[in-house]
Nanobody, 123 residues
Framework: QVQLVESGGGSVQAGGSLRLSCAAS???????MAWFRQAPGKEREGVAA???????IYGDSVKGRFTISKDNAQSTMYLEMNSLKFEDSAMYYC??????????????????WGQGTQVTVSS
């Protein structure tokens, strides 16, 4: 039904910034979207989410440093990451569900996932 492609990952030093993109194959106007991440040997963690009503939710570890946004015309969601820390290193995944509603970081809610983009932060 929809394909998601993440991009923008890479290697940065601590304190730096990075902007991730998630391009969808179709309209995201009526889709709830979110970013998750997972580091080797660690559990999946909700990073940020945005609902069709414009509401947003951030994980406690990134609140105040990361900003989620979307451009409906470009069918693309973004994650602006600032003041990056070593512990932010992980594979970052884009997720979506075709449902109108508020933001959620419940992984089981989402029905489509991208393949991920790697973020590595060095100290």
């Amino acid at each position: 039904q929809v394909q998601l492609v993440e991009s923008g990952g890479g290697s940065v030093q601590a304190g730096g910034s990075l902007r991730l993109s998630c391009a969808a194959s179709g309209s995201i106007y009526f889709r709830s979207m979110a970013w998750f991440r997972q580091a080797p040997g660690k559990e999946r963690e909700g990073v940020a989410a945005i609902g069709t009503d414009g509401s947003t939710i951030y994980g406690d570890s990134v609140k105040g440093r990361f900003t989620i946004s979307k451009d409906n015309a470009q069918s693309t969601m973004y994650l602006e990451m600032n003041s990056l820390k070593f512990e932010d290193s992980a594979m970052y995944y884009c997720a979506t569900r075709s449902l109108r509603g508020p933001a959620t970081l419940s992984a089981s809610f989402f029905t489509y996932w991208g393949q991920g983009t790697q973020v590595t932060v060095s100290s």
